[in-house]
């Protein structure tokens, strides 16, 4: 067993226009003050360092690093969310992506597409460069729109979008095991890969890619209706990020799993600050250390009602409290003996 470091804060819900969310040194100085050993950088929307730079230069990866280190935090890992998300867009969603997308790809889905891979690639690089082991990222989509299937799918199509999500994928992961990083898919309703089933669909077409793994966030479980201890039990090996974040599940007669088109704050399932949800976070600690996950427990703040800034500060304390200082020693150590061949073949009748 390993005891799980942390508390992490993921920045991407924190990047504003004025100080001290608005530079990379004000983000990591704030996010010491409130109570966080790490920092989660997204390499997507408003740049918080230079992704080109870090990807061709271990000194300047050196140089962010030390300029975290200053502010009182270490670079937990790097987030490529977005990005992968644009690996994949199904034209139904082309103008909504092509917002978050550099202007000189948009209206043009196979440069977008191209661009992710290269951008995606580099933040591999980035991650190597900064003697970083996961990157965080989003699968993409190509056959969400067909979840509920009505009309019925028709034969083949959901195996021809898995095909498809693969042939993109493969060469990232690829060069992902060239430079030693793991692609942590965050299993997220709106991707393709959104439960342990379609994770298992895209680990199957990538041969059991050994950089093919998970990012594991039980808030998206609790909204699926999904075990998500049972989950950690079933993925263990295959689990290499932890978010610690909490939603909570609350049915009436109007509304369910799929919300009614309804705002976040009037959703039956809806994100909430740590603690403030329906997630056992005591059980999924513990089964994570007890699994010998060793890596960063890192919040991810989302909440339809709490402000931001509280829900950081909370979320830090929270998450200190949940980690696990692994023991050395069992517990009623102080009642055994030492080994002893004659004293166990009596005990075991094994003397006469």
Known sequence: MQTIKGPGLFLAQFVGDTAPFDTFDGLARWASEVGYAGIQVPTFGPPLFDLDRAADSVDYCDEVKGRAAEAGVEITELAGHMLGQLVAVHPAYDAAFDGVAPEAVRGNPKARTDWAVGEMKKTIDASANMGLKQVAAFSGALAWPFVYPWPQRPDGMIEAAFDELARRWR???????????????????????????????????????????????????????????????????????????????????????????????????????PGDGQVDFGAVFSKLTAAGFGGWAVVEWECALKHPEDGAREGAAFTRDHIIRVTDRAFDDFAGGGPDDKINAKLLGLDR
């Not at 709106?190 to 680990?203: K, R, S």
């Not at 039980?218 to 290499?240: C, K, M, N, T, W």
């Not at 939603?247 to 809806?270: K, M, S």
Request: aromatic share 12%; with cysteine; charged share 25%.
């Open 171 to 273: 060469p990232i992961l690829d060069h992902a095991d060239a430079r030693g990083v793991d692609i942590c898919f965050e299993l997220h309703p709106g991707e393709d890969l959104h439960d342990g089933v379609t994770f298992e669909m895209l680990l199957e077409r990538v041969e059991n890619h050994p950089r093919c793994r998970i990012l594991y966030d039980p808030s998206h479980f609790v909204l699926q209706q999904l075990d998500y201890l049972a989950f950690i039990d079933i993925y263990a090996e295959r689990i290499g990020m932890f978010h610690v974040k909490d939603a909570e599940f609350r049915p009436n007669g109007r509304q369910g799993v799929y919300g009614g088109f309804q705002p976040w704050v009037d959703r039956a399932g809806r994100f909430r600050s």
